[in-house]
């Protein structure tokens, strides 16, 4: 697994388990992240094994979002089966698709800012999977789909339920206060394309697993996911597909929020208003 990931200033990188290393010393070529996600998705990305400069380990770098600028940001609504039982809702037929505005980003670390309770009292936070595209497409099916993902990114979602709850078409707002998705560390681009059947999502708060599920669950899998909103629109680079939650916690100020995507990353967050 390589990573595609960024310095809290801002600087570019390219990692391993091993450590990671300035993005230009592994591939001349590329000025950002950005500018590797079309590599990723071909496979053709550069490692810190043939870069020019020393790995620093994981635990010596301060990461920031992995890219200073997403495109799109969807977020898919009761895709794992058992959580839509737990809200007594319905198994959508089509994926539950919302879009959120650039302003809800934040990085590793948060903070997750809590909206006065004139306006929310009962938020929750969401460990998902993410799918980062690599290459522009628009009608792909399926089996292609490996060929336009540049990787997969742990996020943290969160929604204002008791807006939600008012009335359905609130969805919008209730997804979208600054700082509703914190984005993983690293953009983790597989050798080859990764069978994700098996991987597990943790909603972690204050060291207590709320709710965890394994892909394989969903009623939607990524790929389909990501066919399925190319025959909707052209996605680009930097779009970003958070795939749905095993579970949902309600969250406040002092907490500590942790997503954990096994063999993909972890992010954590911390809370206040």
């Not at 292609?144 to 008791?162: H, K, N, Q, W, Y």
Request: net charge negative.
């Amino acid at each position: 697994m390589k990573y595609l990931a960024r310095t809290r200033e801002g600087r570019p990188l390219v990692g391993d388990e091993d450590g990671f290393c300035p993005l230009s010393a592994a591939d001349p070529g590329l000025e950002s992240v950005r500018d590797a996600l079309p590599k990723a998705a071909a496979g053709t990305l550069a490692g810190p094994e043939s870069a020019t400069a020393d790995r620093i380990a994981p635990d010596d770098v301060a990461f920031g979002p992995p890219l200073d600028r997403f495109g799109k940001l969807w977020g898919i609504g009761l895709n794992y089966l058992e959580h839509a039982g737990d809200l007594e809702e319905d198994r959508p037929e089509e994926p539950a698709s919302f879009l959120k505005p650039p302003s809800v980003l934040t990085g590793p670390g948060g903070p997750i800012r809590l909206p006065p309770t004139t306006q929310s009292d009962r938020v929750t936070a969401e460990a998902e999977l993410a799918v980062v595209m690599g290459r522009e497409c628009r009608s792909v099916d399926e089996e292609s789909v490996d060929d336009v993902i540049a990787g997969f990114l742990p996020v943290i979602d969160m929604t204002a339920e008791d807006v939600l709850q008012r009335n359905p078409r609130f969805l919008t707002r209730a997804k979208s206060y600054d700082t509703f998705l914190v984005v993983g560390p690293a953009i983790a681009v597989p050798e080859e394309p990764m069978d994700l059947t098996d991987v597990r999502v943790r909603t972690i708060v204050n060291d207590e697993v709320a709710a965890e599920n394994a892909v394989r669950n969903m009623a939607f899998p990524p790929r389909e996911i990501v066919s399925f909103h190319s025959e909707v629109m052209t996605l680009r680079p930097g779009d970003l597909f958070s795939t749905g939650t095993p579970g949902a916690e309600p969250i406040e100020p002092g907490d500590e929020v942790r997503s954990v995507v096994e063999s993909i990353g972890t992010v954590e967050a911390s809370v206040t208003r």
